[in-house]
């Protein structure tokens, strides 16, 4: 999660699943909902998000991955799985983050999530 994005605009449209826009925007999505980062669930405009947190610190690594899924229910519903890994080695550090849809169709939650991502868009150009 990049902290840094809290309050950041969205400058770019968000293409497809996985890419760096649809980060930007979901690490958006996430703080606004969750400023403190603290939730394990919460819901937006019908869909219920849920994270959880999973760590090991070992001898010569340790590891963070977290797990976050969105369900939309009913008729043209979808879940999503958007998963961020962190390692660490002592100095080094790698992170690696990846989006799954495990059930529905791509185009209905591309759907959503760009509706999500026009009401940031306008709220953006409020604000300017």
Not at 87 to 101: A, C, F, I, M, P
Not at 103 to 121: C, I, N, P, T, V
Request: hydrophobic content about 35%; charged content about 25%; aromatic content about 12%.
């Amino acid at each position: 999660m990049n902290l840094a994005l809290q309050g950041a605009t969205l400058e770019e449209d968000m293409k497809r699943l996985g890419d760096n826009s649809f980060f930007h925007f979901f690490d958006r999505m996430v703080l606004s909902h969750d400023p403190t980062l603290e939730l394990d669930r919460w819901s937006v405009d019908g869909v219920t998000w849920t994270r959880e947190r999973h760590s090991f610190t070992g001898q010569t690594h340790s590891f963070i991955m977290e797990v976050f899924t969105g369900i939309y229910p009913g008729h043209g519903g979808w879940s999503l799985m958007v998963v961020q890994e962190h390692w660490w080695n002592g100095t080094q550090k790698r992170s690696h983050r990846w989006v799954l849809l495990t059930s529905g169709h791509r185009a209905d939650a591309m759907a959503w999530l760009k509706k999500q991502e026009k009401s940031f868009k306008q709220i953006d150009h409020k604000s300017n």
